[in-house]
Nanobody
Framework: QVQLVESGGGLVQPGGSLRLSCAAS????????MGWFRQAPGKEREFVAT????????SYGDSVKGRFTISRDNAKNTVYLQMNSLKPEDTAVYYC?????????????????WGQGTQVTVSS
């Protein structure tokens, strides 16, 4: 099991960009499929993006496709979420998640490792 810590959240204007980071502890980071989810007040946790163990394949939720990019650096035990063209509806707490093994998991129930979350607020 890995420990995950998100960072990089904050306040940004509509149309702006933000880069989130998720630092993982442990020696087996490259064996984990990683994902990003978000949760706005009163809403269910929503799939944002996932990336394969090698970083060669990615998938995105419909609401962020074309605007967000997930990447990972296995040498640094870190996964990133580059968010561009941000909209007010992107405002949420963003969570990093991990599950050991292959897959393109889009359901939060598929993940058994979660970070504490980082707040992203898009407002003018």
């Amino acid at each position: 099991q890995v420990q995950l810590v998100e960072s990089g959240g904050g306040l940004v204007q509509p149309g702006g960009s933000l880069r989130l980071s998720c630092a993982a502890s442990g020696r087996s980071f490259s064996t984990y499929t990683m994902g990003w989810f978000r949760q706005a007040p009163g809403k269910e946790r929503e799939f944002v993006a996932t990336i394969s163990r090698s970083g060669l394949t990615t998938s995105y939720g419909d609401s962020v496709k074309g605007r967000f990019t997930i990447s990972r650096d296995n040498a640094k035990n870190t996964v990133y979420l580059q968010m561009n063209s941000l909209k007010p509806e992107d405002t949420a707490v963003y969570y990093c998640a991990a599950v050991q093994g292959p897959g393109r998991y889009t359901n939060p129930y598929d993940y058994n490792n979660w970070g504490q979350g980082t707040q992203v607020t898009v407002s003018s």
